[in-house]
């Protein structure tokens, strides 16, 4: 809490202390901050602990904490990274113990007993929750040698692969016990969000072997794009939500990654569509932009809508706030470095300038209540990812291409760069997977 300099406890990592630091680890090291990052790397070794009994979300866990300490491990070679990050994953494995392997969404480190969130559609598990293990699990088994972890995310990868898929969309819920779907919501922002995203990048981490990973996602763009994909009235592109066949013509902050998301996969695309795909990230970062833009603090909502006139602002005052979210900047970098079209890098300095101007307070940078309002109201909170994600992407998005090239690294969800797998490495069951 930067203005009141307490510690924040979010109940989403139970009692475990530290996400801060462990978010941070790889952002340290990129930046050469390497006093700050021994000192890190000495909290992690006396302090960082996993023994609590609380309950825990296993995705957030999973991105913040394995893959920061994964990323930490493969930057610096430190053997105290790798062990916690094995430690870690280890003790999230009981997840899995449901009747189709799709985890529960909370796990009791402790006692190993998981449950879904109640307000999920009857019991379900969250498709952005279970599908966003991949890149991190598949890591595990790679530095550990055991191929538990990378058994459990195939398998989810299976059950998937069999169900049907309404009009080719995946539903943001499905049920652990019965393998079915619950509520037909579809969603590329929040509940849905990384699921697609882990999918290109898990065939791009494979060194493009996983052709699996690969049809699934660009199976899943040309569903989205067909019946999720939608230009307003002046022209702006943006991905609205379909909820049983409807469509809610919201689109949230989470959402404005995809961007990124589309230009990143540009490559791989049918060779008639890689055109056509860069220019879709272009057009989804012009409408986040434009959210942006259309703010008094030139900081983006959290989300914004098109309908009633409306176009990229947020018309519901619990959709006004910024909580120093990355996935806007995000997008940037990744058009910046795929087209080195200089606007990138203007509109990213606009970013920096409107976070220097209201979201620095004496003890860090908090979030912000109502963009759209003259003066600042603060939350005190500084979320871990602003320091993983948020100024991981801006400072990648100004220095050289060189400095962690899309060649050699894919960033999880969280920011957190993971070596490509090479396919000599590893043994012959690494690269049938």
Not at 89 to 101: D, Q, R, S
Not at 287 to 313: N, Q, W
Request: proline content about 4%; aromatic content about 12%; some cysteine.
């Amino acid at each position: 809490k930067p203005i009141s300099k307490q510690g924040h406890s979010s109940n989403l990592f139970g009692n475990i202390q530290g996400a801060t630091i462990v978010d941070a680890l790889d952002t340290l090291y990129i930046m050469e901050m390497k006093e700050e990052f021994k000192e890190a790397k000495e909290w992690v070794e006396k302090n960082l602990d996993f023994n609590v009994n609380a309950e825990i979300s296993v995705f957030e866990v999973n991105i913040r904490f394995v893959g920061g300490l994964l990323s930490a491990y493969y930057l610096s070679g430190e053997e105290i990274f790798r062990k916690k990050a094995v430690e870690l994953g280890e003790k999230l494995l009981p997840a899995f113990n449901t009747p189709t392997g799709i985890p529960w969404a909370l796990l009791n480190i402790k006692s190993g007993i998981g449950r879904n969130w109640p307000w999920a559609s009857g019991g379900s598990s969250i498709l952005a929750e279970f599908g966003t293990l991949h890149l991190e699990f598949v890591h595990l088994s790679h530095l550990s040698g055991n191929p538990v972890f990378a058994e459990k995310v195939m398998n989810i990868r299976k059950v998937l692969s069999r169900l049907d898929k309404p009009e080719g969309l995946y539903p943001n819920y499905l049920n652990p016990s019965s393998g079915q779907w619950g509520q037909h919501h579809v969603s590329i922002g929040g509940l849905g969000d990384s699921f697609y995203e882990y999918l290109l990048k898990a065939w791009l981490m494979s060194d493009k072997t996983d052709e699996e990973g690969k049809k699934m996602y660009y199976d899943a763009v040309q569903a989205i794009e067909t019946h999720l994909i939608r230009k307003s009235s002046s022209g702006l592109t943006y991905i609205a939500e379909w909820k049983g066949g409807l469509l809610e013509h919201k689109m949230g902050h989470l959402t404005c990654f995809a961007g990124g998301m589309f230009a990143l996969g540009a490559d791989g695309a049918p060779s008639d569509k890689t055109g056509h795909h860069i220019e879709l990230g272009a057009e989804i970062a012009r409408t986040c932009h434009e959210s942006y833009d259309r703010t008094s603090m030139k900081l983006g909502p959290e989300a914004f809508r098109f309908d009633g006139g409306v176009e990229a602002i947020a018309t519901r005052q619990n959709e006004k706030y910024y909580i120093l979210r990355p996935e806007v900047i995000e997008t940037y970098m990744y058009m910046w470095r795929l087209t080195h079209d200089p606007k990138y890098r203007q509109w990213a300095w606009e970013a920096v300038e409107a976070l220097e101007k209201h979201c620095r307070v004496d003890g860090g940078y908090s979030g912000i209540r109502d963009v759209y309002s003259n003066h600042e109201s603060h939350d005190d909170v500084q979320q871990s990812f602003f320091l993983s994600e948020t100024l991981k992407y801006l400072y990648l998005l100004f220095s050289d291409d060189d400095l962690l090239p899309f060649e050699h690294w894919v960033f999880n969800t969280e920011a957190h760069p993971f070596p490509i797998l090479r396919k000599e490495d590893g043994s012959k069951e690494e690269k049938e997977k």
